[in-house]
Structures are given as structure tokens and as C-alpha cells.
Nanobody, 125 residues
């Protein structure tokens, strides 16, 4: 069973930066595509970014392109989300997820097999 644990969330002022981490245990991390999603209470979970197993293909939501960067370190079994130029509308609970197929960094949450518990990001104006 794969377990995912996010960290790095917190409170930041608009224009600031945060780096989220997601550490995986169990399974074979290097074979999974990894994604980040976010959710605001009362709303659906939204795609943020994804990366294929080799780290060579990235996929971003339009709302974060140019501000967020997803990366991974397969030796450390960790995926990262560097978030710059944060806006109040980025406030959400951020989840990482693992897709066992690994080949394509999909934005479809139903394709992901494992999920973390989330880390809260709050951006003040």
C-alpha cells in the first residue's frame, strides 16, 4: 500500500512563495505519475499540476502556469510543488496523488490511485 504525506503548507502573504513536498512510502514511486490537486470547502477538487514518472513531462492548470513548478526526486521518493507569486485565490487544501500507470501526467483525478491527507495553504491579501 502506498502512503503519501504532504508538508510545507502554511500562511503566506500575497506575492509570496511556498514549496510543498509529498513523500511516498511503499510501492514503487519511480513508476508512478504524480499530481497535485487542491480543494476549497464546498467546491470540487481541482487539478493543479502533474508530472510523469521520469520527470520529463509536466502538465499545469492554466491558473497556475508560469507561477507553479512541479518536480520530483525519485531517489528521495518525493514530489514537490514550488508555488511563487501566490494569490488569495490559491488558498486551498492541497493534495498529492499517485497514478500507477505512470506514463501520462493526467489532470483527471479519477485516474489517481493513491491520495495524501492534504496540507493547507492560506494566502492573505
Amino acid at each position: 500500500q502506498v502512503q503519501l504525506e504532504e508538508s510545507g503548507g502554511g500562511l503566506v502573504q500575497a506575492g509570496g512563495s511556498l514549496r510543498l513536498s509529498c513523500a511516498a512510502s511503499g510501492g514503487t514511486f519511480s513508476t508512478y505519475a504524480m499530481g497535485w490537486f487542491r480543494q476549497v470547502p464546498g467546491k470540487e477538487r481541482d487539478f493543479v499540476a502533474a508530472i510523469n514518472r521520469g520527470g520529463t513531462i509536466r502538465n499545469y492548470a492554466d491558473s497556475v502556469k508560469g507561477r507553479f513548478t512541479i518536480s520530483r526526486d525519485n531517489a528521495k521518493h518525493t514530489v514537490y510543488l514550488q508555488m511563487n507569486s501566490l494569490k488569495p485565490e490559491d488558498t486551498a487544501l492541497y493534495f498529492c496523488a499517485a497514478d500507477r500507470s505512470g506514463t501520462s501526467p493526467t489532470n483527471r483525478d479519477i485516474m489517481y490511485d493513491y491520495w495524501g491527507q492534504g496540507t493547507q495553504v492560506t494566502v492573505s491579501s
